[in-house]
């Protein structure tokens, strides 16, 4: 098992800048990839990007790409999203999640944190 615990949410102005951090725990050997999604009132969750874990690649979705960027510290077990630039379109509650390779197989996103409110004001 693995647990995955977010932090670093809040208020922001537009324009603004937050870092968000996910703390895993656990069975965390197997990690293929870690990810970021969130998900606004009224609207299904989305993919934000995603990091792997041993290589460090990224990938975006266009709405985040050249204002998020992911990072990860491996002897911590943590990954962290960057946001600037943050508009109002922003607001969501923010998840990260864990893709084990030996669980589902890769690509399919395992485990998942509780979830960060991030809410940007105009």
């Known amino acids: 098992q693995v647990q995955l615990v977010e932090s670093g949410g809040g208020l922001v102005q537009a324009g603004g800048s937050l870092r968000l951090s996910c703390a895993a725990s656990?069975?965390?050997?197997?990690?293929?990839?870690m990810g970021w999604f969130r998900q606004a009132p009224g609207k299904e969750r989305e993919f934000v990007g995603r990091?792997?874990?041993?290589?460090?690649?990224?990938y975006y979705a266009d709405s985040v790409k050249c204002r998020f960027t992911i990072s990860r510290d491996n002897a911590k077990n943590t990954v962290h999203l960057q946001m600037n630039s943050l508009t109002p379109e922003d607001t969501a509650v923010y998840y990260c999640?864990?893709?084990?390779?030996?669980?589902?197989?890769?690509?399919?996103?395992?485990?998942w944190g509780q979830g960060t409110q991030v809410t940007v004001s105009s």
């Open positions: 656990g069975r965390t050997e197997s990690t293929y990839a």
């Open positions: 990091i792997k874990w041993t290589a460090g690649t990224t």
């Open positions: 999640a864990l893709d084990d390779r030996f669980v589902a197989g890769v690509g399919s996103y395992d485990y």
